[in-house]
């Protein structure tokens, strides 16, 4: 019974480089979100998957970042161009299908990005 | 935006004290999730209550959703040295439609044991 994965743990970058990040949910959890959290802060939610759909983004989301779920299953995380504000953990997390425990989300280790 | 306020900030207890925590929120939300963080890792769900007025408990860990639906509490008893971390209360806003699947968190409690 694994958990949820996020690769790489960790990532320093340059600014004006871009950064891909990955998140393997939990088997059967058909919904996938993404998070940002900032030192000293709460997660922040970015957005969310349900199967292949993307069904909500935050304004936080700016036109740099961009997620997908192409196979209802691992999803992607880039950002283009990067900025030092981007420094931040980016959490993944999933929630089972089933209504009542759908909004129980397990999160994975996160991946610190660093931009210098 | 939205906002949680949880308090306090911080707190520094003796081992095998009992701790309060709690997180109000301006509107009416129809979830309440409590979650540990250690430093460098994610977050840890420990308690998800769904009912207004509902008392769960896990373990050591106690927590209630509130009444008016605008507030939940997190009470830890008899703590311990692996209690140390960052507590997060989090809660799903009711809006009246389908889940928005977005998840609301308080800005974190942190707690200290001494031994």
């Known amino acids: 019974d694994t958990g949820v994965s996020q690769n790489p743990r960790h990532k320093i970058t340059k600014r004006g480089q871009n950064v891909t990040f990955r998140c393997d949910p939990i088997?059967?959890?058909?919904?996938l979100y993404w998070y940002r959290q900032t030192l000293g802060q709460g997660p922040e939610f970015l957005t969310y998957f349900q199967n292949e759909a993307q069904l909500e983004k935050s304004r936080l989301l700016s036109d740099r970042f961009s997620a997908e779920r192409p196979k209802g299953s691992f999803s992607t995380l880039e950002i283009q161009r990067t900025e030092q504000g981007d420094s931040a953990m980016y959490l993944c997390a999933s929630s089972s299908r089933l209504a009542e425990t759908y909004n129980e989300q397990f999160f994975g280790p996160g991946t610190r990005l660093t931009v210098l | 935006g939205q906002q949680l306020n949880q308090s306090p900030q911080s707190m520094f207890i003796q081992e095998g004290e009992d701790v309060s925590m709690n997180c109000t929120s301006s509107?009416?939300?129809?979830?309440w999730l409590w979650y540990k963080q250690d430093p460098g890792e994610g977050p840890v769900l420990l308690i998800a209550?769904?009912?207004?007025?509902e008392l769960t408990s896990n373990g050591r860990l106690t927590a209630q959703f509130g009444i008016t639906r605008k507030d939940s509490f997190l009470n830890i008893s008899a703590s311990i040295p692996s209690d140390v971390g960052i507590y997060f209360c989090a809660g799903q806003e009711s809006d009246g439609s389908s889940n928005t699947g977005k998840l609301i968190f308080g800005q974190g409690t942190t707690l200290q044991v001494k031994p």
């Open positions: 209550l769904y009912k207004a007025g």
């Open positions: 088997s059967e959890h058909n919904r």
């Open positions: 509107s009416i939300f129809n979830t």
